[in-house]
């Protein structure tokens, strides 16, 4: 089977990332599978290529009905057959891609773990031609994960259930133990282990811990630094969330929150407006940034210590996923660490309890080691680096200028903003136009789908029309991110864009 034609059919891309070709292989040739794929590895793509390879439904279980549905949404405008089962859609709707799945429809139908496990879902699973179970986020399955969820326990039924259909396991953060908690509890034989290294050298990782009201003078010196691409900033509650993104306006930026208490359409329009970038900076709480495909994120701030390396992981993962730098910072307090060692105390069951103050003992020494930060995630992940210094932490002397200056409060802020968003203007002005104008198409077209707008095109995608200016719809499909499906469905309204 030719997989490069289709990676490039319906997705534009003319070669795999590192370890996908393996997984994806592994799959079609009926294996199980274990695959930890650090933040930005293309793990998405390792379940979806299969299966768009297969004459079957393969299910995909994921505990985000919002990354579902955009994951959904992108699949069907490159050309692949592709649906989500959840209680949030009409009745009538769940009936008709009940039917299209029984009928062979379907490539991939996402449920969530809660619906996947009811004796009567199950039971339907058995009239669908099955091509393979991917599980999502699989650390959620193992009480030695930093997010362990019990719906996920009940996954081990798909093995008694359908012990002839291969199950892959995705993860982007698992220590050795949870990967080998992961395999028994899905009761995976013999499977393929793919494990990418957990070492993404374009991340600059900077720790610093900050006095009493200090904080709020170095994130301000930190977004007046970082000029380009966009900024995501871990806040530690939804008030912290609130009054950040409120304090980040006051000051002139262009900032917006999110956080799981918001109305959901304000919350989308929101996650709409950072992933357009129409405003650069987004203030979120943990619920915000699983499954977020935007890879021009240029630092990742948290203002609170996580409760684990593992969470930190992730969540700093979401910068430079383009591979090109970018800074993850973690400015936090004494205090932050008081709050966690609060929550532990509040654990009634003593196992969990123990499992907290480990996760808790590994972040205090992250932070406060003088080791490489870049090798401290690697061992911690099981991972040995041949090298003692990266050369790209604080530790290893990788400290920017912002965070070397005492920190002082910034005069004149409204005009520092006004200085930044000036500085970080393209320099062609004809080719800011057509930015301009394609993301202006992008957003209209993604309103008229209802679907995000990264769902039409990425920025990276955008970014490569406006240097090439494609006249055909041939020389479009030269551009990365462009297949044929996509090229067959906008390529010529995005060709009268380019012509102007």
């Known amino acids: 089977m030719d997989l490069l034609k289709l990676l490039e059919k319906h997705w534009g891309y003319t070669q795999f990332r590192p370890k996908q070709e393996s997984v994806v292989r592994s799959i079609l040739e009926g294996r199980d599978v274990a695959a930890i794929m650090p933040t930005g590895g293309g793990k998405s793509l390792c379940y979806q290529l299969p299966a768009a390879a297969m004459d079957r439904v393969s299910v995909v279980v994921s505990p985000l009905i919002a990354l579902m549905q955009d994951q959904a949404a992108h699949l069907e405008t490159a050309g692949i057959p592709a649906a989500v089962l959840n209680s949030s859609i009409a009745y009538e ?33 058995m009239k669908i031609p099955l091509g393979f179970f991917a599980i999502d986020e699989a650390h959620c399955i193992s009480e030695w994960g930093h997010e362990f969820r019990p719906e996920y326990r009940k996954l081990r039924a798909l093995r008694e259930w359908f012990p002839k259909i291969p199950i892959a396991a995705f993860t982007a953060s698992a220590t050795r133990a949870v990967r080998h908690d992961i395999v028994a509890q899905l009761k995976l034989r013999d499977p393929a282990k793919i494990t990418m290294s957990f070492h993404r050298p374009n991340l600059r990782y900077i ?32 008030s912290a969330v609130e009054e950040t993104a409120a304090l980040l306006r006051s000051k002139g930026f262009p900032a917006v929150a999110y956080h799981g208490q918001m109305d959901t359409a304000k919350r989308s329009r929101n996650q709409e407006i950072w992933m357009t970038g129409e405003k650069r900076v987004l203030v979120g709480t943990l619920a915000f940034g699983l499954g977020i495909n935007k ?88 991972e040995t680096p041949s090298w003692a210094s990266c050369g790209a932490c604080d530790v290893c002397g990788a400290t920017p200028d912002w965070l070397r200056k005492p920190a002082k409060a910034a005069a004149g802020s409204k005009l520092a903003a006004a200085e930044v968003r000036k500085k970080a203007a393209p320099k062609c002005a004809s080719e800011n136009d057509l930015r301009g104008r394609l993301k202006k198409w992008r957003t209209e077209k993604a309103k008229e789908l209802s679907v995000p707008a990264f769902v039409i095109l990425h920025d990276a995608t955008i970014e490569a029309i406006a240097e090439r200016a494609p006249a055909t719809v041939e020389e479009l499909m030269e551009v990365k991110g462009i297949g044929k499906a996509k090229a067959e469905k906008f390529g010529e309204a995005i060709l009268r864009v380019v012509s102007g």
């Open 93 to 125: 709707e769940q009936r008709a891609i009940m039917r299209r799945a029984e009928r062979g429809e379907l490539r991939l139908l996402y449920v969530s773990p809660e619906r996947l496990v009811r004796d009567d879902v199950l039971a339907w699973l």
């Open 207 to 238: 720790v610093h811990e900050c006095a009493a009201r200090e904080q709020d003078r170095r994130l301000e010196a930190a977004l007046r630094h970082y000029t380009e691409g966009n900024l995501i900033v871990y806040a530690p509650t939804i």
């Open 295 to 382: 890879p021009d994120v240029r630092a990742v701030i948290h203002l609170a210590l996580p409760k684990s390396v593992e969470q930190y992981y992730q969540e700093a993962g979401r910068a430079g996923r383009d591979g090109l730098p970018a800074d993850c910072i973690l400015l936090w307090q004494k205090r932050d660490a008081g709050l966690l060692v609060h929550f532990i105390q509040q654990l009634q069951d003593e196992d969990e309890k123990q499992r907290a103050w480990k996760r808790y003992h590994a972040m205090r020494k992250f932070v406060e080691g003088e080791e490489c930060r870049h090798r401290q995630i690697c061992l911690h992940f099981g």
